[in-house]
């Protein structure tokens, strides 16, 4: 071979060797600066540590988080130094659910229906289990309003949760935008839940909305297929083993602590337990979540309403698709056997809304 061929081969080979360098050291440097999102998302999606053996917890290698930790921190506090505070004051209506929610019979081919217009009474507040976490302004008792919430003018509607919650959301704020003028604050967001507060924390982002947002009177809940896993305890300690009793602990921990807040905020909470799945295993994680659910929300004078009924499932039955009152099967849930349709989110966001009174509002549309 020439000795000029064999030297542009060498060349070429430098060349590749140090584009083939420079990436390895490239992603290296985005692993080391983005490595607890990697490991709480490794954590989600397989459920188990993913500590890097040996240089996991090396100050050297921690660092990079902590760095990324602070330019986060930096861009927070720059995008906040630009938005003003809404200094809004508004005299809320002070409302208690009911301990009973009828299911109402919804014609799937007609627009969401009406609630109804209703007047508050105003009763004492139930007692409640758990201590009022401090604020600076102390709750306004809750009302008693027969079987339903009561929003008034200026009140606004705060949404949590899951993929669930994200299908359902833009319906009820539609209608409740349309025909009520009450506001909506969506925080909906897919592969979300409890057990992970690591990769999204909701106890905490409830906390910061309803101190951000004091026309917030109604927050409504609606989670639970990504928390039947085992979860996660802290640094170098074992998972908690779902459903075991210290799982179960932590878990009604924070269910406790979104519920604390709402009540210290006087704001009223419903609830909704999650449906059957078509996977059996996952379907009676869900009946267990409900569960939990449905005691803790009973515990401080709140309400909890499992989408079952809504969708026709009779005890751990599941199905696909929904008989109308004309006598016809529409579709209701994706092929996954998690998610709704458009007619099941139409329906959840239905049943929803028909548990909501309203005072003093003019209804604009149908």
Not at 159 to 177: F, I
Not at 307 to 316: K, T, V
Request: glycine share 6%; charged share 15%.
């Amino acid at each position: 071979m020439p000795a000029s061929n064999s030297g542009q081969l060498l060349r070429v080979q430098l060349d590749a060797a140090k584009a083939l360098y420079a990436i390895v050291v490239v992603m290296g440097i985005l692993f080391w600066l983005n490595q607890d999102s990697i490991k709480l998302y490794c954590q989600q999606k397989y459920h188990q540590s993913c500590e890097l053996p040996l240089v996991g917890q090396a100050p050297a290698w921690r660092f990079g988080a902590s760095l990324t930790a602070a330019l986060g921190a930096a861009r927070d506090s720059f995008i906040a130094s630009l938005e003003r505070d809404k200094q809004v004051v508004a005299a809320p209506a002070t409302t208690v659910l009911a301990p009973s929610m009828p299911v109402v019979t919804v014609d799937l081919e007609q627009p969401l229906p009406a609630a109804r217009p209703e007047p508050v009474h105003r009763v004492a507040e139930p007692g409640a289990s758990a201590p009022l976490p401090v604020i600076q302004q102390a709750p306004v008792p809750l009302a008693q309003t027969g079987s339903s919430v009561v929003l008034a003018a200026g009140d606004q509607v705060f949404l949590v949760g899951d993929s669930l919650m994200q299908g359902v959301a833009p319906h009820l704020a539609n209608s409740l935008r349309k025909r009520y003028q009450i506001n909506t604050v969506n925080l909906s967001r897919q592969s979300t839940g409890l057990a992970y507060p690591g990769f999204f924390n909701w106890p905490q982002t409830v906390a910061d909305t309803l101190a951000r947002e004091p026309n917030i009177r109604l927050m409504v809940v609606f989670l639970g297929p990504n928390d039947p896993w085992d979860m996660p305890q802290g640094k170098g300690k074992p998972f908690l083993r779902f459903k075991s009793a210290e799982w179960e602990v932590a878990y009604r921990a924070r269910i406790d602590a979104i519920l604390e807040q709402a009540r210290a905020r006087n704001v009223q909470v419903i609830w909704v337990g999650p449906p059957n799945m078509n996977q059996p295993r996952l379907s009676a994680a869900m009946a267990y979540l409900s569960g939990l659910y449905q005691q803790q929300t009973a515990l401080f004078g709140q309400h909890f309403v499992s989408a079952n009924p809504f969708l026709g499932y009779p005890d751990e039955q599941f199905s696909f698709t929904v008989q109308t009152p004309e006598g016809k099967r529409v579709k209701v849930r994706y092929d996954d056997g998690v998610h709704f349709t458009i007619t099941g989110q139409k329906m959840i966001a239905a049943q929803v809304l028909s548990l909501i009174s309203f005072t003093g509002l003019t209804v604009t549309g149908h």
